[in-house]
């Protein structure tokens, strides 16, 4: 198994608590336009998320 550094930063996406996921950057593999998210449930199919829709991320539940 191979592991990498990286940055976890709590947030959420409407009122779901997820983390933003940020790899060093020797082993980002999506660019600086796409971030990885961890959430307990499946964004997708809780938001109803297709590919390239946007999302509104905050650092507190309130959206502030």
């Known amino acids: 198994k191979n592991f990498c550094s ?3 930063l709590p947030v959420f996406i409407k009122d779901i608590k997820g983390a933003v996921i940020l790899p060093e950057a020797a082993v980002n ?3 600086s336009h796409v971030i990885e998210i961890l959430a307990p ?3 997708r199919q809780a938001m109803g ?5 946007l999302v509104d991320i905050s ?3 309130c959206g502030t």
């Not at 998320?49 to 829709?53: E, F, P």
């Open 29 to 31: 593999i999506h660019g």
């Open 49 to 53: 998320l297709n590919d390239g829709d």
């Open 59 to 61: 650092n507190s539940k």
């Open 41 to 43: 449930v499946k964004l």
């Open 6 to 8: 990286a940055k976890i």
